[in-house]
Antibody, heavy 122, light 111 residues
Framework: EVQLLESEGGLQQPGGSLRVSCAAS????????MSWVRQAPGKGLEWVSTISSNGGGTFYADSVKGRFTISRDNSKNTQYLQLNSLTPEDTAVYYC???????????????WGRGTQVTVSS | QSVLTQPPSVSGAPGQRVTVSCTGS?????????VHWYQHLRGTAPKLLIY???NRPSGVPDRFAGSKSGTSASLAITGLQAEDEADYYCQSYDSTLSSWVFGGGTKLTVL
């Protein structure tokens, strides 16, 4: 079955760190760019980060640049998001998403996970 | 505040047609970057409805149609059904921000 499954998120204190992962199955993981998209409580979807198929290119939203790191292990069909220096504004459901398309700027997200809740609170 | 502007809500009766607009600028939609549309029920995985302006992925009914002109794009839903009640988001790329961007989302209510 084609699917993306995020690891469990959790509760962290402000300034803390957390790593979430996303396991892919049912497609050739190493052929596709992968992304993270989040949704804060009561808000819309927000693109967070994208990594190219071979991991050579990484891209970040300004809101997380310098604090979050995206990575992938194609041998394990898994991508990761390391979240550091967390603030309450990072509280959200984090979705893993598979990219589609030829031209980078025209990429869409054609397969999504069900999301994992990350809560930042003291 | 998203660079892609959507109406907060739209509504229609079963069987009717509704449209959801997505207004951008010369650094995103107007620059020719593709617009994509997603359907999202909170607590579930978002679903790609339309990619590259007007294309439907396999399995998406032809009741959903996308279009684009100038700095704006639209999603039209015909033959409204109760199951269409969800949030809808447009998405594109913005060259000024150098990032992929989503609209603020539109809540569709089927009356």
């Amino acid at each position: 079955e084609v699917q993306l499954l995020e690891s469990e998120g959790g509760l962290q204190q402000p300034g803390g760190s957390l790593r979430v992962s996303c396991a892919a199955s049912g497609f050739t993981f190493s052929s596709y760019a992968m992304s993270w998209v989040r949704q804060a409580p009561g808000k819309g979807l927000e693109w967070v980060s994208t990594i190219s198929s071979n991991g050579g290119g990484t891209f970040y939203a300004d809101s997380v640049k310098g604090r979050f790191t995206i990575s992938r292990d194609n041998s394990k069909n898994t991508q990761y998001l390391q979240l550091n220096s967390l603030t309450p504004e990072d509280t959200a459901v984090y979705y893993c998403a598979k990219g589609r398309g030829w031209k980078m700027q025209d990429w869409s997200f054609d397969l999504w996970g069900r999301g994992t809740q990350v809560t930042v609170s003291s | 505040q998203s660079v892609l502007t959507q109406p907060p809500s739209v509504s229609g009766a079963p069987g009717q047609r509704v449209t959801v607009s997505c207004t951008g600028s010369s650094s995103n939609v107007g620059a020719g970057y593709a617009v994509h549309w997603y359907q999202h029920l909170r607590g579930t995985a978002p679903k790609l409805l339309i990619y590259e302006d007007y294309n439907r992925p396999s399995g998406v009914p032809d009741r959903f149609a996308g279009s684009k002109s100038g700095t704006s794009a639209s999603l039209a839903i015909t033959g409204l059904q109760a199951e269409d009640e969800a949030d809808y988001y447009c998405q594109s790329y913005d060259s000024t921000l150098s990032s992929w961007v989503f609209g603020g989302g539109t809540k569709l209510t089927v009356l």
